[in-house]
């Protein structure tokens, strides 16, 4: 529709499957064949209404546009941080709003995208954990995140490390995945897209199982009190359980496995925790990125310091493991590791439904500017 509002919830053809477009094809009246159609326009072109699909009769295009809404919508908002980092506010089709962060770098970029409006998890050290979980999003909206981005020809990588756990909504990160890597879909390699997770089982055995995406586990602390203390969801799901499953899986190939290691000062950097994290990886193949914490003022973990940070890395590279400190992108604008939230938005713009072009306006932070 021109003015991208849903008519009902799960209207929207983007997410779909090939299968389901061409039978949404059939339902007009067309060949099924013509659902492939429909896919290259959605998804090889970006195309955000019915009326530019010209290959499709005059009239299925009005009997598509009253039963369907394409769904690709640019974002309501856009920050530029100064190492270039955008990030963007998009409507999600839960109620709430979700954050997008792209990142170049190099010659290269990646897209941050988000899963859920809010999250569950509770981790005490991210700023999603603090506002209210207002809903999963549909494989579309997550899809959305990429197709409707002013930058999408410029995109190498996807990574689901935005707002939300990715695997408390399994079913529609799967189909997002299956669109990103498939021939009729976006035809990304499953080497560019990575899901990570504090490690909900079973569904990550799922998720290893029925996808070819790169998994990175959010670890943060070896030691299962001090990572309950920074993730109730330890008390569930033990690291060391998720480490026994992921021992199953073979990870010699291409496929990669990372764990996210958030460093604070004086509280997981210390010779004993490099020691422990040594036994607990022992022999499987893996990479560990160690991150900076970006502290806030009601928060009780400082940030390492700089040669602390350096030190620990050295150490576990002696052990023999595959370690790099990931470089804080956006950080001004809040849009580094842990800082997504939308919760200074709620309240000052109407719902993501009433929305359908780029609003400017400011972004959260006063570091960043506004495109």
């Keep these: 529709m021109a003015d991208g509002i849903p008519k009902v919830p799960g209207s929207e053809l983007l997410g ?13 009246g067309l060949p099924a064949y013509a659902g492939t159609q429909m896919a290259r326009w959605i998804y090889v072109r970006g195309t955000a209404s019915f009326d530019l699909m010209t290959d499709l009769p005059r009239r299925v295009r009005r009997d ?9 919508r640019p974002p309501a908002r856009c920050v530029v941080s100064a190492d270039g980092t955008r990030k963007y506010l998009f409507g999600g089709n839960a109620g709430g709003w979700v954050e997008t962060v792209w990142i170049p770098d190099r010659g290269r970029s990646t897209l941050c995208v988000s899963t859920q409006a809010g ?16 809903g999963h999003l549909s494989a579309g909206a997550m899809l959305n995140q990429l197709t409707g981005l002013p930058e999408r020809p410029a995109v190498d990588n996807v990574v689901f490390m935005g707002m939300g756990e990715p695997l408390d909504n399994l079913d529609e990160v799967l189909r997002a995945l299956r669109a990103m890597s498939a021939d009729w879909g976006l035809a990304m390699s499953p080497r560019r897209l990575t899901v990570s997770t ?13 996808s070819d995406c790169h998994v990175a586990i959010s670890l943060h602390s070896p030691f299962s009190e001090e990572r309950a203390s920074l993730m109730p969801v330890e008390r569930t799901h033990p690291i060391r359980e998720v480490v026994a499953r992921l021992r199953r899986y073979e990870w010699r190939g291409q496929r990669r496995l990372m764990f996210e290691y958030i ?33 806030r003022p009601d928060q009780r973990w400082p940030a390492t310091e700089e040669g602390r940070l350096l030190a620990f890395e050295t150490a576990l590279r002696a052990k023999g493991f595959r370690t790099t400190i990931r470089r804080s ?6 849009a580094a590791c842990g800082q997504l939230s939308t919760l200074a938005v709620v309240e000052d713009e109407p ?14 932070s006063s570091g960043g500017t506004v495109a």
Excluded: K, W
């Design 16 to 28: 779909r499957s090939l299968d389901e477009l061409c039978a949404v094809a059939r339902e007009v």
């Design 351 to 364: 719902p993501p439904s009433s929305r359908s072009g780029m609003i400017v306006g400011h972004g959260g």
């Design 198 to 210: 504090v490690g909900l089982l079973p569904a990550m055995d799922r998720l290893l199982q029925e």
């Design 64 to 72: 598509l546009a009253t039963r369907h809404d394409i769904g690709i």
């Design 329 to 334: 992108r956006g950080q001004d604008i809040a």
């Design 263 to 295: 460093v604070f000062g004086g509280f997981n950097d210390t010779p004993r925790h490099v020691r422990e994290l040594c036994r607990l990886l022992h022999g499987l193949p893996c990479r560990i990125n160690l991150m900076r914490y970006h502290p």
């Design 119 to 134: 999250c569950r998890m509770g981790c005490r050290f991210c700023h999603t954990a603090r506002q209210r979980f207002a």
